[in-house]
């Protein structure tokens, strides 16, 4: 049988393409600070990166665990111990990174244990509206990218024909989960969805084409926007000469003439966090 994690279906999960078969792999548990306003706070969010990806892009930020998977193994009750561990820190959200090819786990992990913070499904967008469903009632937020408009890009980058459909479906279905965004008094969000565009140099058009799906999809819906400009050259990306640079000024520039324009809500960073220190630190060993 196919998994049905993601929207690859990879005939064995054991050889599938985000690589970790049946392990649960992390790479990292702890506060994080570095996400949008209403998720981080002041406290940070409770972050949960897992190891191994089912999109894989060729200018990963985090590919040491991405591609090279690294991490610690664990077993369910060693995540759920070290999950409330992290709790304890007082964070406002359990926030899982890189999930998705962990969704169906997911699903049953959070069945059985309830936590008593929203939990946020930090993901790449290319997503498998099965695995979504299985999910119903137990995420609260998604923080899903939207990558693509451009379906060459999506092909050449990431490996992921019909990516751009798949995440217009994903994020429908994620609307119809968690609908509207609603935060509390001191403005930090318990329900709803953000969805993130990181900016690829020389990539201005597919940006502004994903503004435009976006304001399609948000019409009549409270969701937020957020673009991101902090893009890095990671890795060996010789083979991609067109990533080896930073995102141009001008470009986003333009970028953010065109979303102020849209009338789309959300979010924008600022030039200086394209930066590798806002990597997070990854370790094949926990703390």
């Not at 706070?41 to 409770?46: D, E, I, N, W």
């Not at 929203?118 to 993901?123: A, D, E, H, I, L």
């Not at 379906?151 to 968690?178: D, F, H, N, Q, T």
């Not at 000469?241 to 930073?246: A, G, I, Q, T």
Request: a negative charge; charged letters at 25%.
């Amino acid at each position: 049988m196919s998994c049905a994690a993601c929207p690859r279906r990879c005939a064995q999960r054991s050889s599938g393409f985000c690589g970790v078969g049946e392990k649960i792999l992390v790479g990292r548990i702890a506060p994080h600070f570095w996400e949008e306003p209403p998720i981080s706070g002041t406290k940070g969010s409770g972050t949960v990166f897992f190891s191994g990806c089912s999109l894989r892009c060729v200018f990963c930020q985090n590919r040491a665990i991405s591609h090279e998977l690294l991490g610690q193994a664990l077993s369910e009750q060693e995540l759920h111990e070290r999950i409330c561990r992290l709790l304890e820190t007082g964070v406002h959200n359990l926030n899982f990174v890189t999930p998705t090819h962990y969704s169906l786990f997911l699903a049953e992990f959070l069945e059985k244990h309830r936590y008593p913070v929203p939990v946020v499904y930090n993901c790449s967008g290319y997503e498998s509206e099965e695995a979504l469903e299985a999910l119903r009632g137990k995420v609260q937020i998604f923080l899903p990218d939207f990558k693509y408009s451009d379906e060459a890009l999506a092909c050449r980058y990431s490996a992921a024909p019909g990516y751009v459909e798949i995440a217009r479906r994903a994020l429908e279905k994620m609307y119809e989960l968690v609908g509207d965004v609603q935060s509390d008094e001191e403005g930090m969000m318990q329900k709803g969805i953000i969805v993130r565009h990181l900016m690829l140099p020389g990539a201005t058009e597919n940006t502004m084409g994903v503004m435009d799906i976006f304001e399609r999809f948000a019409r009549r819906k409270k969701v937020l926007f957020s673009l991101m400009s902090q893009y890095t050259p990671v890795g060996d990306i010789s083979a991609y000469p067109e990533l080896c640079e930073r995102v141009q000024k001008e470009d986003y520039e333009k970028a953010l003439n065109y979303l102020a324009l849209s009338g789309i809500d959300g979010f924008c960073q600022e030039p200086e966090s394209a930066d590798e220190i806002y990597i997070p630190p990854f370790a094949a060993e926990l703390e």
